[in-house]
């Protein structure tokens, strides 16, 4: 599951899950119906015709619905997040974390090669995928931690923002 010129781990490797789908036509109501039914904090928003416009998340919710007061009778697309950054699967795992810390998203919509909405990356899939490959230096007699650090850095590639972001982990 890693790119062998880059040694990268790419998005399909964290196995996003199944996105939980919402018309942007449905009233709040529905789409709060539909996420608790799933069990779920986020919805991708779809149009009519399929195409992806937008996510909404729990916090969407809490800022857009809840704080605002907003009858929960208005369109899903009233309160959504609109055009929300994706990633595709063959993009880096690592990538997708820097995303995803750097705008403090907890939710990224993936696609496929031909732009088809695919899956929806959660956040926690990424840290567990570092917090697994540290262990996994660990497990193999590195005992110091920053050492280990620099290791997933640097067969990561991250540079800057992103090392500075696994350190911090």
């Given at each position: ?23 942007a036509s449905d009233t709040i109501v529905d789409a709060a119906k539909t996420l608790v ?17 937008g996510i909404l998340t729990a916090t969407d919710m809490t800022r857009r619905v809840v ?103």
């Amino acid at each position: 599951a890693f790119d062998e010129v880059t040694d990268a781990r790419p998005v399909s490797a964290l196995r996003p899950a199944q996105p939980v789908v919402t018309l942007a036509s449905d009233t709040i109501v529905d789409a709060a119906k539909t996420l608790v039914a799933k069990r779920s904090a986020a919805s991708l928003v779809t149009a009519s015709d399929g195409s992806l416009s937008g996510i909404l998340t729990a916090t969407d919710m809490t800022r857009r619905v809840v704080a605002k007061d907003v009858d929960l009778r208005t369109s899903v697309a009233d309160v959504m997040t609109c055009n929300p950054k994706c990633v595709t699967m063959m993009d880096s795992a690592m990538d997708a974390l820097m995303l995803m810390v750097e705008n403090r998203f907890r939710h990224l919509p993936v696609l496929d090669v031909d732009g088809s909405v695919v899956g929806l990356l959660d956040i926690a899939k990424c840290l567990n995928a570092v917090i697994d490959k540290l262990e996994l230096f660990q497990r193999k007699g590195t005992n110091r931690t920053e050492h280990t650090i620099q290791q997933v850095i640097g067969e990561q590639g991250a540079k800057g923002t992103q090392a500075e972001v696994l350190r911090l982990l």
